[in-house]
C-alpha cells in the first residue's frame, strides 16, 4: 500500500539553525513521484520540487536541499541557515505513476516548522 | 502567470444556504482539483477535472456539487451543508492528470457552516 510517513510533527529552531525534514515512503510501483509543499499561515501550498524515482541526484536550491535515497525510501528535506519566513508547514507527497493511486498525491501529515527569532 | 485564484477567501454561511466557491487559472492547464483541508491535517482529495471532464470524485457527499465550466474555470456548489465540512478549500490545476504533473494550489477558501 502506498504511505508516506513525516514523523516530525513539530520542530522548532532558532534563526540560522539549519534543520531537516524527514520523509519516508512506501510504495509497490518503480516509477513514482515525491513533492515537497510548503503551506505558510496564509493557506496555499507552495511547490517546492518534483523527484522521479528513476533521479537519486540531491539537489540544491538556494538554503534548500534535498537528499533522496531510495534504498531507504526517503526524501528529506534540509533548510540552511533556517530564517522566520521558513516558519510553515511543510508536506511531503507521493505520486505512482500505476499504482491505485490513479497519479494522485498521497500527503504525509505534514511537518510543522517554527522558526523563532 | 502561475497562480490560482480563488474567491472569496472567508465564506460563513448557514445550513440552508446555497454558496458557490470559485476557482480559476490562465496557465492552459487542462486538470483541475477540489481539495478539502481540516486543521492540522494534510489536504484530502474530493474531485478532479480531465479537460473539463469529471474524472475523479472521492465519494464526496452530494451537497457539494463540482462544475467546469470552462478549462480556466473550476466551481464548487455547496448546499446543506453540516458543520463539520467547515475547512479550508482548495484549489489546484496541473498541466495534465498522471503522476508526474505538479499541482499548482491557490490560496484556498476558509468555510465555516455554522
Known amino acids: 500500500a502506498q504511505k508516506v510517513t513525516q514523523a516530525q510533527t513539530e520542530i522548532s529552531v532558532v534563526e540560522k539553525e539549519d534543520v531537516t525534514l524527514d520523509c519516508v515512503y512506501e510504495?509497490?510501483?518503480?516509477?513514482?513521484?515525491l513533492f515537497w509543499y510548503k503551506q505558510p499561515p496564509s493557506g496555499e501550498l507552495v511547490f517546492l520540487i518534483r523527484r522521479n524515482s528513476f533521479d537519486e541526484q540531491n539537489e540544491i536550491s538556494g538554503r534548500y536541499s534535498w537528499n533522496f535515497q531510495k534504498s531507504t525510501s526517503s526524501f528529506n528535506f534540509t533548510i540552511t541557515a533556517s530564517q522566520v519566513v521558513d516558519s510553515a508547514v511543510y508536506f511531503c507527497a507521493l505520486s505512482e505513476r500505476d499504482g491505485g493511486s490513479q497519479g494522485n498525491l498521497i500527503f504525509g501529515k505534514g511537518t510543522k516548522l517554527s522558526v523563532k527569532p | 502567470d502561475t497562480e490560482v485564484t480563488q474567491t472569496p477567501k472567508h465564506l460563513v454561511m448557514g445550513m440552508t444556504n446555497k454558496k458557490s466557491l470559485k476557482c480559476e487559472q490562465h496557465?492552459?492547464?487542462?486538470?483541475m482539483y477540489w481539495y478539502k483541508q481540516k486543521a492540522k491535517k494534510p489536504p484530502e482529495l474530493m474531485f478532479v477535472y480531465s479537460y473539463e471532464k469529471l474524472s475523479i470524485n472521492e465519494s464526496v457527499p452530494s451537497r457539494f456539487s463540482p462544475e467546469c465550466p470552462n478549462s480556466s474555470l473550476l466551481n464548487l456548489h455547496l448546499h446543506a451543508l453540516q458543520p463539520e465540512d467547515s475547512a479550508l478549500y482548495l484549489c489546484?490545476?496541473?498541466?495534465?492528470?498522471?503522476?508526474?504533473?505538479?499541482?499548482?494550489f491557490g490560496p484556498g477558501t476558509r468555510l465555516t457552516v455554522l
Open positions: 489546484a490545476s496541473s498541466q495534465r492528470t498522471g503522476s508526474y504533473n505538479e499541482q499548482f
Open positions: 496557465m492552459g492547464h487542462r486538470a
Open positions: 510504495t509497490r510501483d518503480t516509477t513514482y513521484y
